[in-house]
């Protein structure tokens, strides 16, 4: 008798931390979803970008497959812009060991922006599909894109605050093995 108490305990001991960890998944989900340590806002439901998606005047070295990248999505490339661009410059470089696994683009409608000095910076157009799937966002929306071409996360570039994109951004890199 004393043996099956105590194997009832043991199992008890398995067994009910599963339960309770299941059933707060299953039936309280936001007990989960609240607890995230991200800063930007997770895009839901995944949105996958491939090379052919991004249409560029010219060839350019964009590879969603490779490289982690941040971009601007935007209508037109006013003073405002410009000042996204540079925080994403900022970003960038913030990175410091990782700057190498991350590239900058800017998503655009207008075609032509003569204020851009970066050579660094790609600037290309959206697909329509993409561009459809992109409209629940509100415009002028920072993304950041993984090496397999999903949309992850966005920040709201009206109150961006950098050091908080870095954080997330470091976060990514250090525990991710592509890119």
Request: aromatic share 10%; net charge positive.
């Amino acid at each position: 008798m004393k043996n099956k108490k105590q194997l009832f305990v043991v199992l008890a001991a398995f067994i009910f931390p599963v339960i309770i960890s299941a059933a707060l998944f299953y039936y309280a989900p936001s007990f989960f979803r609240s607890n995230t340590v991200n800063y930007g806002e997770l895009v839901k439901p995944i949105i996958t970008v491939k090379k052919g998606d991004i249409i560029f005047k010219e060839d350019s070295v964009f590879n969603p497959k490779k490289l982690w990248t941040i971009a601007y999505v935007t209508n037109q490339c006013d003073d405002y812009c410009l000042d996204v661009l540079k925080d994403m410059k900022t970003i960038h470089v913030l990175t410091n060991d990782n700057v190498k696994r991350i590239q900058r683009l800017l998503l655009i409608d207008e075609r032509v922006i003569e204020k851009n000095k970066d050579d660094k910076l790609l600037i290309a157009k959206l697909d329509n599909n993409v561009k459809k799937k992109l409209e629940k966002f509100p415009n002028n929306s920072l993304f950041l894109i993984d090496p397999l071409g999903n949309i992850m996360l966005r920040y709201n570039s009206n109150n961006i605050d950098i050091k908080l994109v870095v954080k997330d951004l470091k976060r990514l890199l250090r525990y991710s093995r592509i890119g």
